[in-house]
């Protein structure tokens, strides 16, 4: 499983217009999947060629992230809306004063599960799920506390043509029940201090998306189920869903096509919710960690036979 040590190329991403006045120095990971991102500080306003030297750094790496960076919640905000339009995030509390951030905290003594800790991509569940997820660092424990990626778009290359064109035309059933409803589990567990869940009847309701979604803007095909939040593939038996569903969500987090990612205080990271998965891990009981969240705006996932590239 690669983990944060990155390749010795070092490619930095110029300007448009002068290609002589470095933007942004990008160090990818081996493989390529995520990638450090310095040369910036993102509590300043962003120039147009920053942005799009940014964009094309995460339609390349899927993950990105920025160390030393500290940043207030309205400098957090600002830089999330250089990506476009905030995301709805339901059924978490966010922050009295600022309802676009949610503080993903577990205290020193919490005896509650680590919150996204199962690999998922977040609000698959809903019509038109965020396109990004945005995590800054504030307080991060000496030991524990990785976030786990997975490439859905490496995943999909590495199955065969005949499977992927079994794969292509199929339809998958979304849904937040088994987290956020009335009975599920945040309704059922004890011991959660940090954060506030809001448990809701509104997430029994369900969402078809393809199962391979192409992504907007760079055409690429990626595998988009989840084993949190996607229910079964539309048409199927219980038992062929759960067999095939079973079979694709143990290849995607396979070695190979895992990233493991080690935060510090400051770090931001975003990653590309249209093409990858991520998972919380523990392993900091009795230390605290926090850290500040907000998504982008996203749309409707687009099946494999759409390309309707911008």
Same mark, same amino acid.
């Given at each position: ?7 010795? $190329? ?29 040369? =910036?500080?993102? @509590?300043? /306003? ?12 995460? $339609? ?9 960076? /500290? ?9 999330? =809306? ?35 800790? $199962? ?21 991060? /424990? ?16 590495? =199955? ?7 794969? &292509? ?9 088994? /987290? ?26 369900? *969402? *078809? ?8 803007? *760079? ?23 759960? &067999? =095939? ?7 995607? *987090? ?9 935060? @510090? ?46």
């Amino acid at each position: 499983m690669p983990d944060t040590g990155r390749t010795d $190329a070092t490619k930095t991403l110029n300007s448009p217009s002068d290609s002589s006045v470095p933007l942004i120095v990008v160090r990818p990971n081996p493989g390529g999947f995520g990638a450090e991102i310095t040369g =910036l500080d993102l @509590a300043a /306003p962003l120039d147009p060629e920053t942005r799009h030297a940014l964009k094309a750094a995460l $339609a390349r790496h899927a993950v990105l992230w920025f160390p030393d960076q /500290p940043l207030s919640h309205e400098a957090l905000e600002a830089f999330t =809306l250089t990506w476009g339009a905030f995301g709805r995030d339901p059924y978490i509390k966010p922050l009295d004063a600022h309802p676009h951030v949610l503080e993903v905290r577990r205290d020193p003594d919490e005896t509650a599960s680590v919150f996204g800790g $199962a690999w998922h991509s977040d609000w698959s569940f809903e019509p038109e799920p965020p396109s990004l997820t945005i995590l800054h660092a504030k307080v991060i /424990p000496p030991t524990g506390g990785d976030t786990l990626f997975a490439d859905g778009r490496a995943a999909w290359r590495a =199955l065969s043509p005949a499977f992927q064109a079994m794969l &292509a035309p199929l339809r998958a059933i979304h849904s937040a029940s088994r /987290p956020y409803g009335a009975g599920g589990f945040y309704a059922q567990e004890k011991g959660r201090t940090g954060m506030t869940i809001l448990p809701s009847p509104e997430a029994d309701r369900t *969402t *078809t998306h393809p199962l391979v979604r192409r992504h907007p803007l *760079t055409g690429e095909p990626a595998l988009f189920i989840n084993p949190v939040y996607t229910l079964s593939v539309d048409g199927f038996s219980p038992e062929e869903s759960g &067999a =095939l569903l079973g079979f694709l969500f143990a290849h995607m *987090t396979k070695e190979p096509f895992v990233y493991r990612h080690r935060w @510090a205080p400051n770090m931001l990271t975003l990653w590309d919710n249209r093409c990858c998965l991520h998972n919380a891990t523990g392993g900091y009981d009795g230390y605290a960690r926090v850290l500040h969240r907000t998504t982008v705006a996203g749309d409707a996932p687009m099946p494999l036979k759409e390309r309707g590239l911008n």
